[in-house]
């Protein structure tokens, strides 16, 4: 069973590979953090909460640390991923899971809810596969770009979700574009979309009820690790011509 374990574990190909996971300190990135590292990753949790990705890092080992970062920050993502790099290397794989999710009712947004939501979930994202793309490039040896979208960005989940619903939309608009300008350089660009998933900040969340329920009577709600696992195989050397591809996570959500 040992040498089956390490067969697999030697088919991913991550063994020693930097992975920068954004929003890793807690929820969704957490859980992909760990999946991760279990495969050998180096793994760099950046969140904007960096005693609560200090001590993510070090439950996962391996050689993994964490650094402070507020994605939204243009000169803060430059300045985070080329001191990462100084001291990691390039990155293998960038997960782009840093997220913000208001719920408003739509009649009741404002500018500065969409801009909240937007600045985070999209802009965010972009600054991060912009800066990770640029440092694979230059170490050549390609990589793997993996941003986390939503069910929501495929079809109306519940009341509250316009402005982060749409914010979504345009990171499957963004991964697809960067699939096409990227493959050049062997760099994958592709997705996941989580449906319900258990996480503290899901079940702290606040504002208007109504829409879906987000599990299915037979197999209930995702977990965390089950989004890692398919972050893994984006990751993974079993996806090296896979690019540009989302991979929904929903329990069968959108089959209904």
Same mark, same amino acid.
């Given at each position: ?16 590979? &930097? ?15 760990? &999946? ?10 950046? *969140? ?46 960038? &997960? ?11 009649? *009741? ?139 929904? &996570? ?7």
């Amino acid at each position: 069973m040992e040498s089956s374990v390490s067969g697999i574990a030697d088919m991913m190909g991550l063994a020693g590979k &930097v992975a920068l996971v954004t929003g890793g300190a807690s929820g969704i990135g957490e859980g992909i953090a760990e &999946v991760l590292a279990r495969a050998g990753a180096r793994v760099v949790v950046l *969140d904007r909460n960096l005693p609560q990705a200090e001590a993510v890092a070090a439950a996962l080992g391996g050689g993994a640390f964490a650094r402070a970062l507020d994605v939204s920050d243009e000169a803060a993502v430059c300045a985070t991923l080329s001191a990462v790099v100084a001291e990691a290397g390039a990155p293998w794989l960038l &997960v782009n899971c840093a997220g913000v999710q208001d719920r408003v009712a739509l009649l *009741d947004g404002t500018g500065a809810d969409w801009d909240r939501n937007y600045e985070v979930n999209l802009r965010g994202a972009f600054f991060c596969l912009r800066e990770a793309a640029k440092a694979m490039i230059a170490a050549g040896s390609g990589g793997r770009i993996v941003n986390i979208t939503s069910i929501s960005a495929t079809a109306p989940v519940m009341v509250g979700l316009a402005a982060y619903t749409a914010s979504k939309h345009g990171l499957l608009g963004l991964t697809r574009s960067a699939a096409m300008e990227l493959m050049e350089h062997a760099i994958t660009v592709n997705s996941v979309q989580p449906g319900g998933v258990k996480t503290p900040g899901a079940a702290n969340a606040t504002g208007p009820v109504g829409g879906r329920a987000l599990d299915t009577p037979v197999m209930g709600h995702n977990t965390p690790h089950e989004i890692g696992a398919a972050v893994l195989y984006f990751a993974s050397a079993l996806a090296g011509r896979t690019t540009g591809q989302t991979l929904a &996570v929903d329990s069968g959500f959108l089959l209904g």
